[in-house]
């Protein structure tokens, strides 16, 4: 999972100690990754989750909204304020990484509320009133830890850009296989180029995307700057998913909406992908800003 590549590549060689072996073995489970707030949204700079520090300790509260797998987790690296946005040199400064081990945190200050979605997913609403976590959780240096999380976000968006691959290539199986064997009009649905075409389309988008998938995993392994290619790759590979779930419905026709041949299914889970980890207008934004240098529009 992305979420520790934090603790890796800025925790302290005691964090690195405590925590990496035992989630390479398992036996620590799944970690949240606690950013998104219902007042800041897309702009985390105005994130107010607040952890005050008190001799070895940092005493948070606040709230977080869309924090996925909380409730299944051991730890969670959660994004907090040290400082308010206004008393910040800029505004991205006086915010810091916390790991919250959730099994001692939930009741002593930490309250999950699970929410409904229309996909699959276990996400979630935290409430933190006075939760206390030990100051030997702190990741890194006190105040720097937005950049901590940008890396960890770049992970993140190569991760769901190659889960989009594996969507998209999903239904195009799919679609192809029930092309060839539903007969209309006696003969097989996919000899005509209105059903192929839209098929062929479909994995001619996923394989160029695929490819800028590769491109960016490349950089960020090799530990290059890949904030640019990631979000590319999340652009081109949500949107091919979402091309090929289309198609795979439409190629479906009245049995795509029946649960039982799961094109319904994965169809509601893949449009969440343009919205979450970052929507598609922030993407563009990146680009046109920071490529192409026009200007800035917020
Ligand atoms: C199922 C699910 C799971 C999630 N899991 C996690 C998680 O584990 N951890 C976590 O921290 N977060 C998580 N998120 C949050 C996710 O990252 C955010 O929902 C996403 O970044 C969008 O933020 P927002 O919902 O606040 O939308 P907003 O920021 O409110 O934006 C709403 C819409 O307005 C558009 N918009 C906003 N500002 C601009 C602008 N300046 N220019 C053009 N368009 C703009 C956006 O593109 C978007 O379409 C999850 C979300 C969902 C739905």
Redesign the pocket.
């Known amino acids: 999972m992305y979420t520790m590549g934090t603790i890796l590549r800025h925790g302290s060689p005691a964090q690195k100690q405590a925590y990496l072996p035992k989630i390479a073995t398992g036996e620590l489970r799944l970690q ?5 707030e219902p007042d ?4 985390t700079t105005r994130i107010s989750t607040f952890a005050r520090r008190e001799g070895d300790s940092y005493i948070v509260s606040g709230r ?6 909380a409730e299944h987790s051991d730890l969670m690296v959660l994004l907090c304020r040290t400082q308010k946005r206004e008393d910040a040199a800029k505004p991205s400064d006086g915010m810091s990484v916390l790991i919250v081990d959730m099994r001692q945190a939930v009741g002593n200050g930490l309250t999950i509320r699970p929410v409904r ?1 229309m ?1 699959n ?1 276990a ?1 979630t609403e935290l409430f933190f009133e006075d939760l206390e976590v030990p100051a030997a959780n702190l990741v890194g240096e006190e105040g720097k830890g937005f950049r901590y999380i940008l890396d960890g976000m770049n992970a993140e968006r190569i991760l769901i850009a190659s889960e989009c691959i594996g969507d998209a290539k999903f239904f195009i199986d799919r679609a192809s296989a029930y092309a060839k064997e539903r007969n209309v009009f006696g003969r097989a649905i996919g000899e005509n180029q209105g059903v192929q075409f839209p098929i062929a389309r479909a994995y001619v988008q996923m394989t160029a995307a695929a490819h800028m998938v590769d491109h960016a995993a490349g950089l960020f392994e090799a530990g290059e700057p890949c904030g640019t290619e990631a979000n590319m790759a999340k652009l081109t590979a949500s949107e091919a998913s979402w091309y090929a779930a289309d198609m795979a419905l439409q190629t479906h026709g009245g049995f795509g909406f029946a649960e039982e041949y799961d094109i319904e299914r994965k169809f509601r889970e893949t449009r ?1 992908y343009q ?8 993407i563009l ?1 990146h680009v046109a800003t920071h490529v192409l240098d026009l200007p800035k ?2």
């Open positions: 949240a990754f606690g950013v998104t800041a949204g897309t702009d977080k909204i869309w924090i996925s797998r979605t996909l997913h996400t969440l919205v979450a980890p970052i929507s598609t207008n922030l934004s529009s917020f």
